[in-house]
Structures are given as structure tokens and as C-alpha cells.
């Protein structure tokens, strides 16, 4: 059985079994591939990828029965999955970040993939970030945006990750599920503090920590000069705040409940 670089560490408490809710551009790749070097492969079922990216998207009855025996499971799907997971027993934890940036991050991430490396049936959605400024790019009605943009960390934490609320009251209720189910995670990291937090996974999972935890940061391009990128950066947060004000009023409501938490010790 291939356990990667865990099975050669000698360590006396078994490790537990992690489940890692990933939402999108939150600073979750870094975890995602340092846990997946100490498990090992999904070829050998010790990692299992889901995924419900694109609108529509579900898991399958086949990915659960896979999930529930695999070691790290982790992707971008909703709590509702996670529950057919029954992750009773695991490690669970997930990445937040600053709700503006990860719009940000998403927008920028679009834009500079290259086309050998872009997702199936995102061509139209890479070609129109390429085309267009953020503000525009964000007011296009396309469904695939909206999905990955929308709130998405009060959709994702509160049940289905299809969901979308058409009134005030419906993101309310949401936002009360996801705020609950927060705070029933193990563990909660922010990308501001992303390496201590981290390391609170790894320990209570009983995984190794090396020394340095090598950070991956998927919408970095070595070819864009950091002081342009932070240029770009700062005109879109600045310039396209009220294009993306709706798509960030919850996901900031449970991103401040949740550093209040932090703050007070309770999480």
C-alpha cells in the first residue's frame, strides 16, 4: 500500500483520517498537495478528489463509498457532501480568505491560465477574463461565474453548493447554517495566518510538520511583474467594489464571524 512520505516517518500515533472542504481561491492549494505527499496517491485510494465546481456538478454515490475508505479526501464541494462522507471521526478543517481578495484571486487565476491548463468547459469564461476588465468580467450573466463567485463560502459551508437565494431572507438562512457549521469544524484556516493554523491541522491529525511548509499559490505567474500584479490588485478592489459588493455581502458576514471567533479563542 503506498502511504507517500507518512509510512517512512516512524510516527507512534496512527494518523486520522482528514477531511479538507476547499473553497475556491482561499488559499487551500498548499494544504491540498503538502497532505497529499504525506498520504499518498488517488491512484491508490489514499486521496480522493470531489469536486462540484461547475453548476449542476454532484458527487456520486461511487465518489462517497470512495471518500468514506480514503484517507485525506478534499476538493471543492459542499457541507452537504461532506456529510455523506460521515466524517464523524476525521480531522476536518477548511482555508478562509478576505472575501474581495478571493474575488480578486478567482478573476486573476481566470485570466492568467495558461489554455493548456484550462478546466473543461471554462474556455468561454478564461476567454472573457482575458478580454475584459474585472468590473465587466463580473456582470456578465453567466451561470458558471455567478457559481463560483456568488458567496461562495456561505453557500458551500451551508449545505449545497447549487444553492442560490433570490432575497435577503433566504442569505440569512444560509448564513445561519454556515455560521453553525463553522464552528463545528475542527479546524479553520486563515490565509493571513495560514502556516500556524496549518500546522494545528497537521498536529491534531497526528501528520508530520516539517520545519518550512513550501506555500503554492496556483494564481501566481512568474512572468507578471509583483509590482504590477499588486497594481492590478489594488485597482480592482478599489474600482470594481460596487460591481462586486453582492457577491461578497454574506461571504463577509460569515469571514468576520468567524475572526471574531478567532479573536475570542472560541475557534
Avoid at 494544504?31 to 480522493?48: E, H, N
Avoid at 469564461?125 to 463560502?153: E, G, Q
Avoid at 495560514?194 to 518550512?212: G, M, S
Wanted: proline share 4%.
Amino acid at each position: 500500500m503506498a502511504r507517500g512520505f507518512l509510512g517512512r516517518m516512524g510516527l507512534g500515533d496512527a494518523p486520522r483520517k482528514i477531511v479538507f472542504l476547499h473553497i475556491p481561491k482561499s488559499a487551500g492549494t498548499t494544504a491540498k498537495d503538502y497532505l497529499t505527499a504525506c498520504i499518498g496517491s488517488r491512484k491508490r485510494g489514499q486521496t480522493v478528489l470531489l469536486s462540484e465546481c461547475f453548476p449542476d456538478d454532484l458527487v456520486s454515490e461511487d465518489e462517497v463509498r470512495l471518500a468514506r475508505t480514503a484517507r485525506f479526501v478534499s476538493g471543492h464541494f459542499s457541507w452537504d457532501a461532506m456529510q455523506k462522507i460521515e466524517p464523524d471521526a476525521a480531522v476536518t478543517f477548511t482555508t478562509l480568505c478576505d472575501p474581495a481578495e478571493r474575488l480578486w484571486s478567482l478573476y486573476f487565476n481566470l485570466r492568467m491560465t495558461a489554455s493548456k491548463n484550462r478546466r473543461k468547459g471554462m474556455a468561454e469564461v478564461y476567454k472573457w477574463a482575458c478580454d475584459l476588465d474585472p468590473s465587466a468580467f463580473y456582470t456578465i450573466d453567466d451561470r458558471r461565474i455567478r457559481h463560483l463567485a456568488n458567496n461562495v463560502m456561505v453557500r458551500q459551508l451551508a449545505g449545497e453548493f447549487d444553492q442560490m437565494p433570490s432575497s435577503d431572507q433566504e442569505w440569512q438562512a444560509l448564513l445561519d447554517k454556515a455560521k453553525l457549521n463553522l464552528k463545528a469544524l475542527s479546524c479553520v484556516c486563515f490565509k493571513t495566518t495560514f502556516d500556524q493554523d496549518f500546522v494545528k491541522v497537521l498536529k491534531l491529525a497526528n501528520y508530520p510538520v516539517i520545519e518550512t511548509i513550501g506555500r503554492r499559490n496556483v494564481t501566481a505567474d512568474p512572468q507578471l511583474d509583483p509590482s504590477r500584479k499588486s497594481e492590478m490588485r489594488t485597482r480592482f478592489i478599489s474600482q470594481s467594489w460596487d460591481t462586486i459588493e453582492s457577491f461578497v455581502r454574506w461571504d463577509r458576514e460569515l469571514y468576520d464571524f468567524a475572526l471574531d471567533l478567532r479573536l475570542s479563542g472560541k475557534l
